[in-house]
């Protein structure tokens, strides 16, 4: 099914046959895994696909990794990718990445954005055609970002809702990264979670085997509640670095839910303070 989420592999076949859709590969890769999302661009992509870089077009004026861009840097990084306001984009990677480069389209006011519904796995697994190389230099638009929405929460509001009950904080992280038992996965972050937090790890909105399609919303809004989530109360979404966490959100926005929002710094900044509680199991 196609709706103003996703889009079917079939569907986006089609769309490369016809034009106007610009298709981005947003493979990304945590430092620990020492693989690089242009390597495997290289070695494999959408027909035509271009490389969204999310370390490029994030904040450059951040230590932490993967931080919102101010409007104008977005704006630069995607007009430099051919990409104007008016531009059909569709969105894929190999796991986890899609979801938060469609909220960050979708916070500087870009609408025409949906995910390839089961990703690179999906394209591969169903024979669809398979592009090599670094592909064609794309010929710079302008862009202008929209000012951002408030759909972003900072530690202060964090922590307020973990005192108060105001919010659910919910970490997407795996069940290991949220006790301890791994490692962060990032050099000097130790492990463990906000006192209080609700686990509800990104993997479970996402079938791991078969199509890896998302699951739909009856499937996603059960999930919430049997992690003890209620997707109509406010909900702020963290992980590692504010990008499985969009995977927690995409799915609200298909529910119909807008009482949300995404701790961008995630455990990154509230794992190196401090003055911050944390605890692990």
């Known amino acids: 099914m196609n709706d103003t989420f996703l889009i079917e592999p079939e569907a986006l076949q089609s769309r490369l046959r016809s034009g106007g859709t610009v298709v981005i590969d947003c493979g990304w890769y945590a430092p620990e895994t020492k693989r690089s999302g242009r390597d495997e661009f290289a070695k494999g992509h959408v027909p035509g696909a271009r490389f969204f870089d999310l ?27 051919g990409i104007g306001n ?3 984009v569709v969105v894929y990677d190999a796991t986890y990445v ?12 870009h609408r025409d954005v949906r995910i390839l519904d089961g990703g690179w796995r999906r394209w591969t697994a169903e024979g669809r055609p398979v592009e090599t190389g670094a592909g064609a230099a794309p010929v710079a638009v302008p862009y202008v970002a929209a000012a951002p929405d408030v759909q972003v929460a900072d530690w202060r509001a964090v922590l307020a809702a973990l005192r108060t009950g105001a919010a659910q904080v919910v970490d997407a992280r795996t069940r290991e990264r949220f006790t301890g038992e791994l490692p962060s996965g990032y050099p000097g972050l130790p492990s463990g979670h906000m006192p209080g937090a609700i686990n509800l790890p990104w993997n479970r909105m996402i079938r791991q085997s078969g199509d890896f399609a998302f699951e739909d919303p009856t499937a996603a809004a059960r999930i919430f509640r049997e992690a003890g989530v209620d997707p109509e109360r406010p909900i702020i979404c963290t992980c590692g670095s504010g990008v499985t966490a969009a995977v927690l959100a995409f799915q609200l926005t298909r529910l119909g839910c807008t009482d949300w929002s995404i701790y961008d710094a995630s455990w990154n900044e509230w794992g190196r303070r401090p003055d911050l509680p944390r605890e692990s199991l």
């Open 98 to 109: 899609s979801a938060r480069v469609w909220w960050m389209f979708r916070r500087f006011g």
């Open 86 to 88: 008016d531009t059909s």
């Open 55 to 81: 370390d490029a077009a994030s904040d450059p004026g951040s230590t932490l990794p993967n931080m919102l861009p101010p409007a104008d840097h977005f704006a630069r990084y995607v007009g430099g990718l």
